[in-house]
């Protein structure tokens, strides 16, 4: 079974830095593009960034120069710096996962609080 588990979330201060973390577990499958989303309260979900299992990254606008995501086998990371109050959203992550001669199905983790304020 899939599993996408977050951490990494919490309060922190403009201008702060925080590093979200999901872990994939399961097997039998290989891992395809992971990503970061974000929903703040009255917005719909927005991409932050995506990157591909050869390490081809996208961001949005808003974050570039700002955050970085990276992954390492079954993990996808974002180092967020710079924050500002409107980062402030429940990040969730994703990932496109394939069984063989599958097309990729979508899992998504629960989410993760980053909340940015003084």
């Known amino acids: 079974q899939v599993q996408l588990v977050e951490s990494g979330g919490g309060l922190v201060q403009p201008g702060g830095s925080l590093r979200l973390s999901c872990v994939v577990s399961?097997?039998?499958?290989?891992?395809?593009?992971m990503g970061w989303y974000r929903q703040a309260p009255g917005k719909q979900r927005e991409l932050v960034a995506t990157?591909?299992?050869?390490?081809t990254t996208n961001y949005a606008d808003s974050v570039k120069a700002r955050f970085i995501i990276s992954r390492d086998k079954n993990t996808v990371y974002l180092q967020m710096n710079s924050l500002k109050p409107e980062d402030t959203a429940v990040y969730s992550c994703?990932?496109?996962?394939?069984?063989?001669?599958?097309?990729?199905?979508?899992?998504w983790g629960q989410g993760t609080q980053v909340t940015v304020s003084s």
């Open positions: 990157i591909t299992s050869g390490g």
């Open positions: 994703n990932a496109g996962v394939s069984y063989y001669r599958t097309d990729s199905t979508v899992y």
């Open positions: 399961g097997s039998g499958f290989s891992i395809n593009a």
